[in-house]
């Protein structure tokens, strides 16, 4: 039985990442600035850089657990 549940826990531990990553840019990135200094301007694509990361992250994960699912179903 645990066999068969590790797909869908892969499946909800990526959409928990990407979930994640759009509340971390939501909540840090924000909007960007219409006229930041250089400093504001790096500290904005630093935490849209890591949101965009974890969201990735979370995509590549749940893609891999779907494919791990139907690569056992055939």
């Given at each position: 039985?645990?066999?068969?549940?590790?797909?869908?826990?892969?499946?909800?531990?990526?959409i928990a990442?990407?979930v994640?990553?759009?509340?971390?840019?939501?909540?840090?990135?924000?909007?960007?600035?219409?006229?930041?200094?250089?400093?504001?301007?790096?500290?904005?694509?630093f935490?849209?850089?890591?949101?965009?990361?974890l969201?990735l992250a979370?995509?590549?994960?749940?893609?891999a657990?779907?494919?791990?699912?139907?690569?056992?179903?055939?």
């Amino acid at each position: 039985m645990k066999n068969r549940l590790t797909p869908l826990r892969l499946l909800l531990t990526g959409i928990a990442l990407f979930v994640g990553g759009f509340i971390y840019v939501a909540r840090f990135a924000g909007i960007p600035y219409q006229d930041p200094t250089p400093a504001m301007e790096a500290q904005w694509r630093f935490y849209t850089n890591v949101g965009d990361s974890l969201m990735l992250a979370g995509l590549a994960l749940a893609a891999a657990s779907i494919l791990s699912w139907l690569l056992k179903r055939f």
